[in-house]
């Protein structure tokens, strides 16, 4: 997998320039801003040594998180009255 290089390669706003300091300090943030599309450059001092961009989008339906885990559907005896010596255990009496 080759990176793009080039004006195509380039996002829409100008890439930010950021020091170590306050990219660890303001990591959140920043990955905020690059989820909308902005490149954040990290520097150690001058010389700029990593640089976040956003990563391709899953389509927006996949981006949701179903509720749950597992399909499951709680069954109607479930609501039955539980027997006598399981409500004194419950009650901390058997």
Do not use: C, H, N, Y
């Amino acid at each position: 997998m080759s990176a793009k290089t080039g004006p195509e390669s380039r996002p829409e706003r100008p890439e930010r320039v950021v020091k170590v300091q306050e990219a660890k300090t303001r990591l959140s943030s920043l990955l905020r801003e690059v989820e909308t599309g902005s490149e954040v450059v990290i520097s150690r001092g001058s010389t700029a040594v990593a640089r976040l961009v956003p990563v391709d989008a899953p389509p927006q339906k996949d981006r949701r998180r179903p509720m749950g885990f597992l399909r499951f559907r709680v069954p109607d005896s479930f609501f039955d009255e539980l027997p006598e010596e399981e409500l004194r255990a419950w009650e901390g009496e058997a």
